[in-house]
């Protein structure tokens, strides 16, 4: 099983950005994705997770209204939308699989992705 994320990049306050999540090997089907992220010399923090089958999202409240997670089950893609971006959110990005519903501790997950650094200039 790989997780591939993609679309960090560096970008200003206040603005938008996405970033997704593929999967390939295995079928993740029955496999809730979630994203966190890390800033340097903080530990890794949820932000929020999809179930696959329905597409039921789920936030921390420190991202909520923010961000939005969406999944493409035909793609097998599940993509971090982030609005109004701050200099605090600036971090390396992961996604991660589970079987069954979407967990909020790193331990919960199986499979992770390698990360993608997102840099918000003030």
């Known amino acids: 099983v790989q997780l591939v994320e993609s679309g960090g990049r560096l970008v200003q306050s206040g603005e938008s950005l996405r970033l997704s999540c593929a999967a390939s090997?295995?079928?993740?089907?029955?496999?809730?994705r979630g994203w966190f992220r890390q800033a340097p010399g903080k530990e890794r923090e949820f932000l929020g997770g999809v179930e696959w089958s329905t597409g039921d999202a789920e936030y921390a409240d420190s991202v909520k209204g923010r961000f939005t997670i969406s999944r493409d089950y035909a793609k097998n893609t599940a993509d971090l939308q982030m609005t109004n971006l701050k200099s605090e959110d600036t971090a390396v990005y992961y996604c991660a699989a589970r079987r069954g519903l979407v967990g909020v501790r790193t331990y919960e997950y199986d499979y992770w992705g390698q990360g993608t650094q997102v840099t918000v200039s003030s």
């Open positions: 090997g295995r079928s993740l089907s029955s496999y809730a």
